[in-house]
């Protein structure tokens, strides 16, 4: 026995050395382009450097102790390094949790490895922007990372169903959303997850009702923070005003202008047709979008964006400085504008939206995976039909009744963050590459897993037929 207990201690140091090794590795890894490429400041970097109240209050929060503490000379490096150094430690962990528990080969090991290095690799060298987000200035150098610590905490939910993993989960999942609002979408996943350990037992109203409260309780501490951060910035309690008016520009996309008579407010209707007379000016509209879900997809892509920050966002501030509007009202007013227009217009761009939002979809769970092309269109659906069928082999075998976890747990919860990424981001914003990439790596390591296993299980057959 204690010939055993020294044989597994000795693993477990062995391991930690071996993973140790492989963090200075992979801090070297995702410093090298820091290095070699400096700081990248992104189109948004300028917003979070000067706290914009058009964005949640993480990242800028981040920024500015940084600054506080560094100075401005040297505070953006310092940001870089750490997002590098919490990349690392998010590639190990993620690496060392999945070896332990799923029992993974150290060749397995290193493969989960070379597919969360080669995002970045595929980020620097393939993907159009051209370099790391882990050395640049925007909200994925960090939420790349935190989504794999959520991620871990839902897997510990899911197998151990220990409430420390609930908490680390719900601490995750405020840090995402405060920093991102489309990391939301960590919130809208707890809820099945915290209501499927639940399930078996025979109170399954309080198991809803127990999760429905956990992930109201965490977007009211969201929302909470959202505006003490606004108080202390601006002296307004208020949310940040980015929410209504990322909607708002995929409703001017699909609008025209015969729907100001549905704003009965005349400062509305006043803004409404002057963005509209904008927008059609440079062809920001879907009636200028070629056929096919691709193509309008493409043209909504490089619309949106004008839409929002070169008109929306012009046309109300200008009204608001010819009509002296006090500049510590202007956020508010400016959320209340957004908010009337979006609400008034959201039943009549309701066929256009849904049209643009079955486009995004489709574009969506591609991007996820692969990249949008004539050819790669029909290899992503096939590696999807290939990941569902590795899932319905694993429940087919009832794997789950074995002792050893299995991956199946995993691999569904990675199919269900795919689906819900791409319905969330598809709502609200176009699916660029950049917002899909949360769950690009979990989809190809869930699958490597799950094949592994089901060969474990036919070879483990052989041995005892023989």
């Not at 923070?225 to 980015?242: E, L, M, Q």
């Not at 407010?265 to 803004?271: D, Q």
């Not at 920001?284 to 909504?300: C, D, K, T, V």
Request: net charge neutral; charged share 20%; proline share 2%.
């Amino acid at each position: 026995m204690e010939n055993i207990n020294n044989t597994d201690n000795n693993r477990v140091k062995k391991d930690k050395l071996i993973f140790a090794a492989v963090f200075v590795i992979g801090l070297v890894f995702y410093l090298a382009w820091y290095i070699l490429d400096g700081i990248i400041l992104t189109p948004d970097a300028e917003t979070y450097i000067n706290m914009s109240g058009i964005r949640e209050g993480g990242y800028c929060t981040f920024l500015w102790a940084l600054r506080t503490l560094f100075g401005e000379w040297v505070y953006l490096h310092i940001a870089v390094i750490i997002q590098c150094v919490v990349a690392s430690i998010a590639a190990v962990a993620l690496a060392g949790g999945l070896k332990r528990r799923f029992g993974l080969s150290w060749l397995l090991t290193l493969a989960i490895l070379a597919v969360q290095y080669g995002l970045t690799l595929l980020n620097r060298f393939v993907a159009q922007r051209h370099y790391s987000y882990f050395n640049s200035i925007e909200t994925e150098g960090l939420t790349y990372s935190l989504w794999i610590f959520f991620v871990l905490s839902v897997i510990g939910i899911l197998y151990d169903r220990d409430k420390k993993s609930i908490v680390s989960a719900v601490i995750w999942a405020f840090a995402l959303t405060s920093i991102r609002k489309q990391m939301l979408l960590a919130f809208v996943l707890l809820f099945p997850v915290l209501v499927y350990i639940r399930w078996g037992s025979k109170k399954r109203a309080k198991a809803v009702l127990t999760a429905l409260l956990t992930v109201i309780m965490g977007l009211f501490l969201v929302r909470l923070s959202d505006c003490t951060y606004n108080f202390a910035v601006r002296g307004v309690f208020a949310p940040h005003t980015d929410d209504s008016s990322f909607i708002l520009g995929t409703q001017i996309y699909t609008a025209d202008k015969a729907m100001a008579e549905r704003l009965e407010n005349p400062v509305y209707k006043e803004l409404f047709l002057e963005i509209m007379e904008r927008a059609e000016e440079k062809e920001y509209n879907i009636s200028f979008a070629e056929s096919g879900w691709s193509s309008l997809e493409n043209h909504y892509s490089e619309s949106y964006d004008r839409i929002k920050f070169d008109i929306i966002n012009a046309v109300i501030r200008e009204y608001q400085e010819l009509n002296g509007i006090p500049e510590d009202l202007q956020n508010v007013w400016y959320q209340e504008a957004v908010s009337g227009i979006m609400k008034e217009l959201l039943i009549p761009c309701l066929p256009n939206m849904f049209k643009l939002f079955c486009a995004n979809v489709a574009h969506g769970m591609i991007t996820t995976i692969l990249k949008v092309h004539p050819v790669l269109n029909w290899a992503a659906l096939a590696l999807y039909i290939l990941y569902c069928a590795l899932i319905l082999a694993l429940l087919i075998l009832k794997v789950y009744e074995k002792a050893k976890p299995s991956a199946l747990l995993f691999a569904a919860f990675v199919l269900l963050a795919i689906v819900g990424n791409v319905f969330i981001t598809s709502v609200t914003i176009y699916c660029q590459m950049r917002y899909m990439l949360y769950n690009t790596g979990l989809f190809y390591q869930a699958g490597l897993i799950m094949a592994a296993e089901l060969a474990d299980i036919k070879n483990r057959r052989k041995i005892d037929e023989v």
